[in-house]
């Protein structure tokens, strides 16, 4: 059984159709990175597995189970999905251990206290044992958003979603977030990354998915795709991403 | 030192505190002594009714916590109807808001006692809470929900994102930050509310300001009872302003 599969997504916000027919499968241990323009729709897409956009048509499978608007159904998938977000999303009124634990005695029903227990373990796990007690105001973006990974961890995934994670961070911090999701992937969970960090995609994606204009345009293997991109957009696309790097 | 240099200016902001509240003081005794060439302040007689002034000031805190509670319940309702995807109550949530904040306080009195009073029983006292209440929440309604608009749709993503319900979403992340958020204009609106029952004196109410009137026609002293009531008054409205910055403290996230 795939954990994701997405068949004839469409959709549109008012006159703008953002995603024009998605079709693809997610299987376990994968990590396929997406790349794409600005306003491809890679948020959308993402959004729409976790179901914060409703498809207009079209259906998302999650580990067998249709999503299809029952409430109870989404929110277990949610709760199975991780999403990492591009500014971190932390909540500001607590402090980053509880951050981690909210969704354990919210979702899970555990206690505070057995639920703080887990959220240390996640936090020593992306390095910031000793920022508990600190406020997402008290962090660095690189600590937020490894705040912000260890909070998905901790609710034990079946998948979890990036949307660019490193990009609204200085470029001194953004190592510190990819090594952590260079962790996971190591562990063989199972990821959705959209990412510009062309390095991360080579060497650590299983797969790569081109996408522009609402259509997924090509899809391959990271060697394949890199040497060779049979698209001509593309191509085009990671030389421009490459000539930015250089 | 860094704390010691702290506690210096905070020694000093308290010594010009005290040294402005001493000119403020001196000035006020100067016009007293100039008035009181003029009209001949009579204390005593005043103060010979202190039981009306006490049972008045009794009446008011009563009438003003109860109307904070209520006023309070009202817009945290109607700021959630306002911001419900629920096109009606979206619309009930905006009538309601609309009609309270373009009609004067004291018509709505005059409106629930004469009007509402007449059809069901209600006493001056009910009668005021309720007018006091439905007028102080409709501006409360708004403070909250400009708190809750000021809540970080991100962060209600993450919220939903985790498999949160959206009773949880409110309750854990939208709530405890808008609070915060609307606390300083909620307790500028609790102050108003305070002064604004004065008002009730209109159907005769024996709040504060309706007794400083009777000792005021009694005694024909009424600069004195209205001197007293003013005081009284800010006494009420500081302490609560007092009791609100201590809270904005103790909740204020770093
Ligand atoms: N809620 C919305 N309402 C209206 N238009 C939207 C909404 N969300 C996205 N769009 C539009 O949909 C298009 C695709 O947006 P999306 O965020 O999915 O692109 P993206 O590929 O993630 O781009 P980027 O790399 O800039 O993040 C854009 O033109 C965007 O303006
Ligand atoms: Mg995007």
Known sequence: ?246 | MCRRSEGGMKGFRIARRLLTAAGIFALAAVGYVLIGKVYPFNWGLVLRYYRLFLMGLFVTMKISLISIVISFFLGLLFALMRKSKIEFFEDIGGLYVWFFRNTPLLVVILLTYYGVGTIVNLDRFWASVIALSLFEGAYITEIIRSGIEAVPKGEIEAAKSLGFTNFQVFASVVFPQSIRIALPPLIGQFVSLIKDSSLASIIALGELTMMARQVGTRTLASFESYLIVAFLYIAITTIISTLGRYLERRLAIP
């Open chain 1, 1 to 246: 059984m795939s954990v994701l599969e997405l068949h004839d997504v469409h959709k549109s916000f008012g006159d703008l159709k953002v995603l024009k027919g998605i079709n693809f499968k997610v299987e376990r241990g994968e990590i396929v990175v997406i790349l794409g323009p600005s306003g491809a729709g890679k948020s959308t897409l993402l959004r729409i597995m976790n179901f914060l956009e409703h498809p207009d048509s079209g259906q998302v499978v999650f580990l067998g189970k249709k999503l299809n608007g029952n409430y109870k159904i989404i929110r277990w998938a949610r709760s199975k999905m991780g999403f990492v977000f591009q500014h971190f999303n932390l909540f500001s009124h607590l402090k980053a251990l509880d951050n981690v634990a909210i969704g354990l005695v919210k979702v899970k029903g555990k206690s505070w206290h057995e639920a703080r227990e887990i959220a240390m373990k996640y936090l020593e796990k992306v390095g910031l044992s000793d920022k508990a007690q600190n406020y997402p105001s008290q962090l660095s973006g690189g600590q937020k958003q490894r705040v912000a990974i260890a909070r998905a961890l901790a609710m034990e995934p079946e998948m979890i979603l990036f949307d660019e994670p490193t990009s609204a961070l200085d470029p001194s911090l953004v190592g510190e977030v990819l090594e952590v999701m260079k962790s996971l992937a190591r562990e063989g969970r199972t990821m959705i990354v959209v990412t510009h960090e062309m390095g991360f995609a080579k060497s650590v994606g299983t797969r790569i998915i081109y996408m522009e204009d609402g259509r997924i345009l090509e899809e391959s293997g990271p060697t394949e795709f890199f040497k060779n991109p049979r698209n001509e957009r593309a191509k085009r696309f990671v030389d421009s991403i490459l000539e930015r790097v250089i």
